[in-house]
């Protein structure tokens, strides 16, 4: 299987729609031999992820958590601090929001690169 690359251009594009592109283009729903329990998709760089357009109040309202595994220690994170630090994490969550919680999952992440 041939894997192409696609360079997206992020500026002025909605965060939630770039990641349903990048999205279908990991998974390869685009292709026409699509098989769901197969890894066919495709590389994804994408550039200018600083110039991203998040609507609302995300930056201030939407919250990331993780736990530690200690009692007690639930981890927030406001994505404002996330974005202001790495855009490219907050892409990479919301991709991986959007693939399936399966063992393909992790391979095609992988994929993903942010320039």
């Known amino acids: 299987m041939k894997r192409k690359t696609h360079t997206i251009d992020a500026t002025d594009e909605s965060l939630g729609r770039l990641a349903v592109r990048i999205s279908i283009l990991l998974r390869g729903k685009d292709k026409p031999d699509f098989m769901p329990n197969q890894d066919g998709g495709d ?47 907050v892409l990479r969550k919301t991709v991986l929001g959007m693939l399936p919680k399966n063992k393909l999952r992790a391979k095609q992440i992988k994929r993903l690169k942010t320039l």
């Not at 760089?45 to 007690?72: A, D, F, S």
């Open 43 to 89: 590389f994804v760089q994408v550039k200018n992820i600083k110039k991203v357009r998040i609507t609302g109040n995300k930056l201030e309202q939407k919250i990331y958590y993780h736990h530690t595994g200690y009692i007690g220690n639930l981890k927030e994170i406001p994505m404002g601090v996330v974005f202001a630090k790495n855009p490219g994490e």
